[in-house]
């Protein structure tokens, strides 16, 4: 393995793709048309790559993998693993452990240190049936020795295979891959958002342009409203819901999306004297493990964060107290309480929601009131990445069929006067 600087800057506006006899092949073995499971195989002059290696929240046991009968695992080189969610990683105990994969790992070191404390906590928690198998497996945490780390913008070479990666948002540690075989690139998103947040840097647009992307069409043609539209309309329910006695329930995941909202709501009450008396609980023992985890990789995050670690730990919050279970919950007066699943299928957040639903006074985010902070590109996100990138080969994935069939007929008008090529389903490259 052979580890380099970055490539030189390069942009390329037009690629031949004429060369006989080179096929480069992709295929989807989950997250093709839906959203879960995200698993793409690539193979090209007799090197193969595997992105991401999920599992599908809507099903349990052996229906919940990708589809790995339909490749050779002991024929991939490469397995690159783009941030620490289950439906992009949750499966690669499975596949590191019960195929013939001998290949390689690679994810960033956020990604790792996170990966292993939420696979950990899923296996204990989770009616998933594919935890028997992990559980009955003696070496459950044998596969860690086998991941391996990628700083942000390192190029690492295996069996010819160039790759290094960019910041993508979306989590903390979330990477976009670039892989060059043969001096063809192609560059798999994963999941990303070109937005900056409070707490995460915005992807970044590769100096790179490459021969495909394979990119997630979560929202189609959806736009999402301002940020501090959001923001607003999420204090005001908040606000307006406790001058009134009631409490709020926010379902959230235990990492990702719910350190944003932390951050927003610890600000809001900071800025609000006359709500200091109002508790915030946050219930997830998990996350509190992982702020060591956020602490320790601060870099990686945006230059806020960045700024305000040089003085202080920016997730430290000053109203925001832990909760562990609900025999610790004092359940007197107005409070707000985020706790996991986001779901509500089952948890302190499904426990909440039953004690307080029956109450009009009381706000449950997801049943009356949404509000989208989903870290996702949208439409205007999705096409100005393209505009700048400007690839000849694009491929959706991570989206519901019609919802991609939309974006494409929307991608096609957007970009008449470009020869681009839309859900390719063969490509000679060279």
Request: with cysteine; charged share 20%; glycine share 6%.
């Amino acid at each position: 393995m052979a580890s380099t600087g970055p490539p030189q800057s390069l942009k390329r506006s037009d690629t031949s793709l004429t060369r006989e006899g080179d096929q480069l092949i992709i295929t989807p073995l989950g997250a093709g048309n839906e959203v879960g499971r995200s698993c793409v195989y690539m193979s090209y002059k007799g090197k193969t790559i595997l992105f991401d290696c999920g599992i599908h929240p809507a099903y349990s046991g052996m229906a919940a993998l990708p589809y790995f009968d339909e490749i050779d695992p002991s024929t991939i080189d490469v397995l690159l693993v783009t941030h620490f969610h289950l439906d992009h990683a949750a499966s690669l105990p499975y596949f590191l452990e019960k195929t013939t994969f001998k290949g390689r790992v690679f994810m960033t070191h956020a990604t790792k240190a996170i990966y292993k404390l939420l696979l950990s906590d899923y296996v204990k928690v989770s009616k998933f049936q594919l935890k028997i198998c992990y559980m009955m497996n003696k070496t459950f945490f044998a596969p860690w020795i086998k991941l391996r780390v990628i700083d942000f913008h390192q190029t690492l070479e295996v069996n010819g295979i160039r790759f290094w990666c960019y910041t993508a948002g979306h989590v903390h540690g979330a990477a976009m891959f670039m892989v060059d075989i043969a001096g063809v690139r192609v560059l798999y998103t994963g999941d990303y958002s070109c937005e900056e947040d409070r707490h995460l840097r915005a992807a970044e647009i590769p100096q790179f342009s490459p021969d495909i992307c394979i990119i997630e069409s979560t929202y189609g043609v959806q736009l999402h409203q301002p940020r501090n539209v959001r923001e607003k309309r999420f204090t005001d329910v908040i606000h307006s819901t406790i001058s009134q006695g009631g409490h709020v329930l926010i379902p959230a995941f235990a990492l990702g999306r719910a350190q944003e909202l932390l951050l927003i709501l610890d600000e809001y009450w900071s800025n609000h004297p006359e709500l200091h008396n109002i508790p915030i609980y946050y219930a997830s023992p998990l996350a509190k493990r992982c702020m060591a985890v956020y602490q320790t990789y601060s870099n990686s995050m945006n230059e806020r964060i960045r700024n305000q670690f040089a003085n202080s730990n920016a997730f430290d919050f000053k109203h925001i107290s832990p909760l562990n279970s609900i025999e610790n919950f004092n359940d007197v007066g107005p409070s707000v309480v985020m706790a996991s699943p986001s779901g509500l299928q089952s948890g302190l957040s499904r426990q909440l929601f039953e004690m307080w639903f029956s109450d009009k006074k009381n706000a449950c985010y997801t049943w009356v009131h949404y509000i989208s902070f989903s870290a996702h590109a949208d439409f205007a996100q999705t096409s100005t990445f393209l505009k700048e990138l400007m690839p000849p080969n694009i491929i959706p994935v991570h989206g519901e069929a019609n919802e991609m069939g939309r974006l494409k007929q929307k991608l096609i008008t957007q970009f008449a006067y470009r020869n681009t090529n839309y859900f390719p389903k063969e490509l000679s490259v060279g």
